[in-house]
């Protein structure tokens, strides 16, 4: 069965600092992977996905991520980190069972707090 | 704005009752999917309809179901509630026309459900 791993519950960085989110992932065969961010009261925005190609990929609000498939890693990165960055997190793995079967598996997430 | 619609946005019901979820795709998905988020449980999925036709279930109790209607809404009701039913209920949609592609779900604002 496929899992994600998100080490980190907490992160707290200083605005302007960089940014390293990681996340782990478990999947017998080639992982399609995601990254979401869900501020206070809100749904889910998809920041970034990775399907196949280059294993940088990048995403909306200056994030990016790498696929290391030796590491079985996504981590989610940004240069420099805003205060309307403050969310949660959490990286998902789409396991595609047969035809159009899809499901998400998402990790517990991480909670990233930004200060001034 | 992910283009999908969900209603209500808040339900505060009491043990025992039922109710019905509501979710809209955006236009052109084929494919809906719920998800449940607790504070114990975190994201999980509960079921996939695709055109009508149930395609993946995950960890979805029998008090819960779901369909798809022709004009490819969703409705997911929950019955016989129970204090631990209360938590942030998600739906998303995407295309999943292709067989074993990775597509990205795009997820509503959810449902707060409380049972008292």
């Known amino acids: 069965a496929q899992s994600v791993t998100q080490p980190d519950i907490h992160i707290t960085v200083s605005e302007g600092a960089s940014l390293e989110l990681r996340c782990n992932y478990s999947?017998?065969?080639?992982?399609?992977l995601f990254w979401y961010v869900q501020s206070p009261g809100q749904g889910l925005q998809l920041l970034l996905k990775?399907?196949?190609?280059?294993?940088l990929v990048q995403g909306i609000k200056g994030f990016e991520a790498e696929f290391k498939r030796s590491q079985s890693s996504f981590n989610l990165r940004k240069p420099s980190v805003h205060w309307s960055d403050a969310a949660e997190y959490f990286c998902a793995v789409v396991r595609i069972s047969s035809g159009s079967a899809r499901q998400l598996t998402f990790g517990s997430g991480t909670q990233l707090t930004v200060l001034p | 704005d992910s283009g999908v619609t969900q209603t209500p946005k808040h339900l505060i019901t009491a043990t025992g009752q039922r109710v019905t979820l509501r979710c809209s795709p955006r236009?052109?998905?084929?494919?809906v999917y719920w998800y449940q988020q607790s504070l114990d449980q975190g994201l999980q999925f509960l079921i996939q309809?695709?055109?009508?036709?149930?395609?993946a279930k995950g960890n979805i109790l029998e008090r819960f179901s779901a369909q798809q209607f022709p004009d490819l809404h969703s409705e997911l009701n929950l019955s016989s509630l129970e204090l631990g039913d209360s938590a942030l209920y998600f739906c998303?949609?995407?295309?999943?026309?292709?067989?074993?592609?990775?597509?990205?779900?795009?997820f509503g604002p959810g449902t707060r459900l409380t049972v008292l």
């Open positions: 990775y399907f196949s190609g280059d294993t």
């Open positions: 236009s052109g998905d084929l494919s």
């Open positions: 998303a949609s995407s295309v999943a026309g292709r067989p074993g592609g990775g597509d990205t779900q795009y």
């Open positions: 309809y695709y055109n009508g036709e149930e395609r």
């Open positions: 999947y017998g065969a080639t992982p399609y």
